[in-house]
């Protein structure tokens, strides 16, 4: 079984670690600096062209050791190689979790229920070559012979935010002449705003729905198909319309001609599937040859996360470190902050893939847990929110530890805008871990010229705590390698989570009720059937609402 037999935190190494916590939130950053001029050295990893500093942290050396028993005490190595070789770690849906054959580079057998999935991978990654290509030299046209310039995906969860993130951070690599969009809302403002831009003889569609019932992508599918045969008629939908499915017959059904259906599988998990033919409008947008580099990447972080020794092994330290502040300091935040506009969007897609990952309250042992699980993931690109959160994360009642990622090199080095945020960066994380003291600030304002009275009034505000930890991600340049790799760190770094919790973080359970009770509220709402008997408020509003729309 993937679940450990014993409760975790009743485990000696948990123990040693809350005991181990209580010391360390007396230690001051600065003063183990100080004392130690290895510290970077030693709390630092390298891959490729991607460095790590974790140096800014609350931890030493023994620390280190017992939150690394605590990762042998889950038999982490074990359920890693349980991942990589297709056991059905996905325990609830009895399935294998398998994102990494999608990028195994080396194209080694791995089997699920006694078959290679790889021949049926390298076929699909074949078609989506071939069709990213004929699309972007415009051999693939539309209905009129027009070269389709503006390629919308139609997807909702991981059908979206993987590969809207991924085409922004590629924005790089488009050509000039080409426009990528996204609907996933089924607001219909997201559809209407999307559909006014465009032009039906230059628009392709790509609908990404599993099974091809996905409620919000075929109702967005619907009103586009709507649109475009109102314009070109339906004969046009075949030359329009593309799909990432497993449902050929819906897809069919539809309009969309089958050899224009690209599939994945069960092993697959949403948040996980930009790799797959989700990706499909990644090899569009940046091409097919940048979107096998962000294979690579993956995959040399699928390498290093396999074989490399828990104690170097990048996304086990971070996981590490995660767990160290949700568990043994009370800690529920955690913020992600890449200063490059190229990764604008990659905090909202690890919001998905951390916290519908790990929000989880039973464990594999079918037991409800009595230990904190994942932590409330926000960012936003830097610097933009050093003047929006960053208050709080400097002065705030209790220190959110975080992830700062930056380039070394930008790929636009427009006179000094990269120093300037380079500089910003690196002065960030140097004030969380230094902070100012109250002597300081009162020599600052001295400086200034104020009196002791202002210097009394004012000295308390102008003081920052400090010692607030963060971990420091530099690449030299955010290419498609580059983002495989990051990308990658990230999913391996939420699995270790969940396998020292003892969660299965590959279902999603928690996204099902909301949309089951919307279906029994649709028809009330329309008048079709007698409201049912839902809470007051519920009844209230759903009566408001009614009468509002008459």
């Given at each position: 079984m993937f679940g450990i037999s014993r409760?975790?935190?009743?485990?000696?190494?948990?123990?040693?670690?809350?005991?181990?916590a209580r010391k360390m939130?007396?230690?001051e950053m600065a003063d183990m600096f100080a004392h130690d001029k290895k510290r970077v050295s030693r709390f630092s990893l390298d891959l490729d062209n991607m460095h790590l500093d974790y140096s800014k942290n609350l931890i030493d050396s023994k620390a280190m050791l017992y939150l690394l028993a605590l990762a042998n005490k889950a038999d982490l190595k074990n359920k890693i190689e349980q991942m990589f070789n297709g056991a059905k770690i996905n325990s609830t849906e009895k399935r294998a979790v398998l994102h990494t054959a999608l990028r195994n580079r080396d194209n080694h057998p791995i089997y699920v229920d006694g078959q290679d999935v790889m021949p049926e991978i390298n076929r699909v990654l074949g078609k989506i070559k071939d069709f990213s290509e004929a699309v972007r030299l415009g051999t693939f046209t539309g209905h009129t012979g027009k070269k389709l310039t503006n390629i919308v995906n139609i997807g909702i969860g991981g059908s979206d935010l993987g590969p809207k993130m991924a085409v922004e951070?590629?924005?790089?690599?488009?050509?000039?002449?080409m426009n990528f969009y996204f609907i996933s809302n089924i607001d219909g403002t997201a559809c209407a705003e999307v559909l006014n831009k465009l032009d039906p003889e230059t628009t392709l569609f790509i609908v990404c729905s599993k099974t091809f019932t996905t409620v919000e992508t075929l109702t967005n599918a619907k009103t586009c198909r709507k649109w475009l045969i109102d314009s070109l008629g339906e004969p046009a939908v075949a030359k329009h319309f593309v799909a990432v499915s497993t449902n050929a017959a819906e897809v069919e059904k539809f309009g969309i001609n089958v050899d224009n259906m690209f599939e994945f599988w069960d092993f697959v998990g949403g948040r996980y599937s930009m790799w797959s033919a989700i990706g499909l409008i990644i090899a569009i947008a940046a091409g097919y040859d940048n979107f096998e580099k962000m294979l690579d990447g993956a995959h040399a972080m699928d390498e290093h996360f396999r074989y490399a020794d828990l104690a170097s092994n990048m996304p086990v330290i971070l996981a590490l470190l995660s767990i160290w502040y949700v568990n043994f300091f009370g800690i529920r935040n955690h913020v992600i902050v890449p200063y490059d506009q190229y990764l604008s969007l990659l905090p909202a897609y690890l919001q998905q893939l951390v916290m519908e990952s790990n929000g989880k309250s039973v464990d594999m042992n079918n037991n409800f847990i009595t230990y904190q699980t994942s932590p409330v993931i926000f960012g936003g690109a830097g610097t933009d929110v050093q003047h929006s959160f960053f208050q709080l994360l400097h002065q705030g009642t209790s220190f959110v530890p975080c992830d700062f990622i930056i380039p070394a090199i930008s790929h636009n080095e427009i006179g000094n805008h990269h120093e300037i945020l380079l500089a910003n960066i690196l002065a960030q994380s140097e004030a969380l871990m230094k902070g100012k003291t109250t002597a300081q600030a009162a020599e600052e304002l001295k400086a200034k010229g104020l009196s002791s009275k202002e210097i009394a009034d004012l000295k308390r505000y102008k003081t920052f705590k400090g010692n607030r930890p963060s971990n420091t991600i530099i690449f030299k340049k955010i290419d498609a390698y580059a983002l495989g790799e990051l990308v990658a760190l990230y999913e391996h770094k939420t699995f270790v989570e969940g396998v020292i919790w003892n969660i299965n973080s590959f279902d999603q359970m928690g996204v099902e009720l909301g949309k089951q009770?919307?279906?029994k509220i649709l028809p009330e709402l329309q008048g079709e059937a007698n409201p049912e008997a839902h809470d007051a408020s519920t009844n209230s509003l759903i009566a408001l609402i009614k009468n509002l729309r008459k």
């Amino acid at each position: 079984m993937f679940g450990i037999s014993r409760e975790i935190n009743k485990s000696r190494a948990w123990n040693k670690l809350n005991k181990y916590a209580r010391k360390m939130q007396k230690v001051e950053m600065a003063d183990m600096f100080a004392h130690d001029k290895k510290r970077v050295s030693r709390f630092s990893l390298d891959l490729d062209n991607m460095h790590l500093d974790y140096s800014k942290n609350l931890i030493d050396s023994k620390a280190m050791l017992y939150l690394l028993a605590l990762a042998n005490k889950a038999d982490l190595k074990n359920k890693i190689e349980q991942m990589f070789n297709g056991a059905k770690i996905n325990s609830t849906e009895k399935r294998a979790v398998l994102h990494t054959a999608l990028r195994n580079r080396d194209n080694h057998p791995i089997y699920v229920d006694g078959q290679d999935v790889m021949p049926e991978i390298n076929r699909v990654l074949g078609k989506i070559k071939d069709f990213s290509e004929a699309v972007r030299l415009g051999t693939f046209t539309g209905h009129t012979g027009k070269k389709l310039t503006n390629i919308v995906n139609i997807g909702i969860g991981g059908s979206d935010l993987g590969p809207k993130m991924a085409v922004e951070a590629l924005r790089r690599y488009h050509l000039k002449d080409m426009n990528f969009y996204f609907i996933s809302n089924i607001d219909g403002t997201a559809c209407a705003e999307v559909l006014n831009k465009l032009d039906p003889e230059t628009t392709l569609f790509i609908v990404c729905s599993k099974t091809f019932t996905t409620v919000e992508t075929l109702t967005n599918a619907k009103t586009c198909r709507k649109w475009l045969i109102d314009s070109l008629g339906e004969p046009a939908v075949a030359k329009h319309f593309v799909a990432v499915s497993t449902n050929a017959a819906e897809v069919e059904k539809f309009g969309i001609n089958v050899d224009n259906m690209f599939e994945f599988w069960d092993f697959v998990g949403g948040r996980y599937s930009m790799w797959s033919a989700i990706g499909l409008i990644i090899a569009i947008a940046a091409g097919y040859d940048n979107f096998e580099k962000m294979l690579d990447g993956a995959h040399a972080m699928d390498e290093h996360f396999r074989y490399a020794d828990l104690a170097s092994n990048m996304p086990v330290i971070l996981a590490l470190l995660s767990i160290w502040y949700v568990n043994f300091f009370g800690i529920r935040n955690h913020v992600i902050v890449p200063y490059d506009q190229y990764l604008s969007l990659l905090p909202a897609y690890l919001q998905q893939l951390v916290m519908e990952s790990n929000g989880k309250s039973v464990d594999m042992n079918n037991n409800f847990i009595t230990y904190q699980t994942s932590p409330v993931i926000f960012g936003g690109a830097g610097t933009d929110v050093q003047h929006s959160f960053f208050q709080l994360l400097h002065q705030g009642t209790s220190f959110v530890p975080c992830d700062f990622i930056i380039p070394a090199i930008s790929h636009n080095e427009i006179g000094n805008h990269h120093e300037i945020l380079l500089a910003n960066i690196l002065a960030q994380s140097e004030a969380l871990m230094k902070g100012k003291t109250t002597a300081q600030a009162a020599e600052e304002l001295k400086a200034k010229g104020l009196s002791s009275k202002e210097i009394a009034d004012l000295k308390r505000y102008k003081t920052f705590k400090g010692n607030r930890p963060s971990n420091t991600i530099i690449f030299k340049k955010i290419d498609a390698y580059a983002l495989g790799e990051l990308v990658a760190l990230y999913e391996h770094k939420t699995f270790v989570e969940g396998v020292i919790w003892n969660i299965n973080s590959f279902d999603q359970m928690g996204v099902e009720l909301g949309k089951q009770l919307a279906l029994k509220i649709l028809p009330e709402l329309q008048g079709e059937a007698n409201p049912e008997a839902h809470d007051a408020s519920t009844n209230s509003l759903i009566a408001l609402i009614k009468n509002l729309r008459k």
